[in-house]
């Protein structure tokens, strides 16, 4: 992985699967209460993968699967309890779908929320949140760019670059 930094975005190439997976591992391990992880881009680019790979960070036993058909999946934290919810809105029509299934209370409760799809909500979201787009570069090549939305996810990238790319 090669970065490009700045004060507010990372934007990096993740060469396999298990390279999105271990950097979603290590912001996992920096994610606290009441955190917002908006993950947007294509069918198959990794953004459950990522996921995965947060769950670890958060040290949540079992797998962790894609909630399509449930819309919301939820894990307890091995360490401390915190929960995790893991959000999927790819079935979902629009914000007022998502706010009559009780979204509000998730994103604005002491869990984390990975929202998959957060696009689709985007005016419902807080204004603060950490933002991940993925794109496809080639059959296992990501571009991961992730933007900081407020000065807790500015602290949270700053941190992240640091234990990821020692910068």
């Known amino acids: 992985m090669s970065p490009i930094l700045n004060d507010l975005t990372l934007d990096f190439v993740s060469h396999s699967p298990t390279q999105t997976r271990r950097i979603g591992a290590r912001l996992g391990t920096l994610v606290g209460p009441g955190d917002v992880l908006c993950l947007v881009g294509d069918l198959g680019t990794g953004k459950t993968c990522f ?64 929202i998959e799809w957060a696009e689709r909500i985007e005016s419902a979201l807080p204004r603060e949140r950490l933002w991940i787009t993925l794109r496809h570069l080639d059959v296992n090549k990501r571009g991961i760019l992730i933007r900081a939305d407020g000065p807790r996810y500015e602290l949270l990238l700053r941190d992240l670059k640091r234990l990821a790319f020692g910068v």
């Open 51 to 114: 996921v995965q790979g947060l769950g670890r960070g958060l040290a949540i036993e079992g797998p962790i699967t894609s909630p399509t058909f449930t819309l919301i999946n939820e894990y307890r934290d091995a360490r401390d309890g915190l929960t995790f919810y893991h959000i999927d809105l790819y079935r979902v029509s629009g914000v007022q779908e998502a706010l009559d299934f009780g979204l509000e209370e998730y994103l604005y409760g002491e869990g984390v929320c990975a």
